[in-house]
């Protein structure tokens, strides 16, 4: 079976600290997603990443996928309130189902 | 502007009661997912769609069924509700190839089984 783990589970901070959220697997992906869900609506997609040691920006938000396609991460830089939600990572098994972390539920402090 | 619409937004239904939950998509998306949302559990696949009449099962699918009789519509059965299946309800689609494909999901049903 392939897990995604996300950590941490919870996170709250400062407005303008900066923060790193992870997502880890004993599995290889072809793909690794992230998705942003804000209370009472579905979760949507800020990003794919595809390639082993990929960057990829969006304005504040940093994503990175691991050399071995294992894990990515995600770094806000200067977190502001409207980045507030639960932070989902998902990837595509070998089954072409989407399968997701726990996620990580951050809350940032004005 | 491309959209999944899921029918209710909150139900409230009797433990025994069959509860259709429906689930329509327009962007001609061959994969409809239906998952279930809960604290600490995250999302959990429920059932999995990757074309009309073909349904396979996810991790959880006691106590379920699905129907796909059109390719924009996937439907998800509560064959006889109990409260352990109170939830969030979250339908999704996405393209049917493999590799990098983005769900688009539905704004949710939260289902409420007394």
């Known amino acids: 079976t392939q897990l995604l783990e996300q950590s941490p589970q919870f996170l709250s901070i400062q407005e303008g600290e900066n923060l790193t959220v992870y997502c880890n697997s004993s599995?290889?992906?072809?793909?690794l997603q992230w998705y942003r869900q804000e209370p009472g609506e579905g979760p949507v997609l800020l990003v794919t990443?595809?390639?082993?040691?990929e960057v990829k920006k969006l304005k504040r938000l940093t994503f990175q996928f691991g050399d071995a396609r294992k894990d990515s991460s995600l770094h806000i830089t200067a977190a502001q309130p409207g980045d507030t939600g639960l932070y989902l990572c998902?990837?595509?098994?070998?089954?072409?189902?989407?399968?997701f972390g726990k996620g990580t539920r951050l809350h940032i402090l004005p | 502007d491309v959209k999944v619409t899921q029918s209710s937004r909150y139900l409230v239904k009797r433990t025994g009661e069959k509860v259709f939950l429906e689930c329509v998509q327009d962007m001609d998306h061959e994969n409809m997912f239906w998952y279930r949302q809960d604290p600490g559990l995250g999302l959990r696949l429920i059932y999995f769609?990757?074309?009309?009449?073909?349904?396979e099962k996810g991790d959880i699918p006691e106590g379920y069924s699905v129907s796909r009789e059109k390719k924009e519509r996937f439907s998800l059965i509560l064959e006889s509700a109990s409260t352990n299946q109170t939830s969030m309800y979250l339908c999704a689609s996405s393209l049917g190839y493999s590799g990098n494909t983005e769900a688009f999901f539905g704004q949710g049903t939260r289902l409420t089984v007394v």
């Open positions: 998902a990837g595509l098994n070998r089954d072409d189902k989407i399968i």
């Open positions: 599995s290889v992906f072809s793909s």
């Open positions: 769609s990757y074309d009309v009449k073909m349904k």
């Open positions: 990443v595809v390639t082993g040691g």
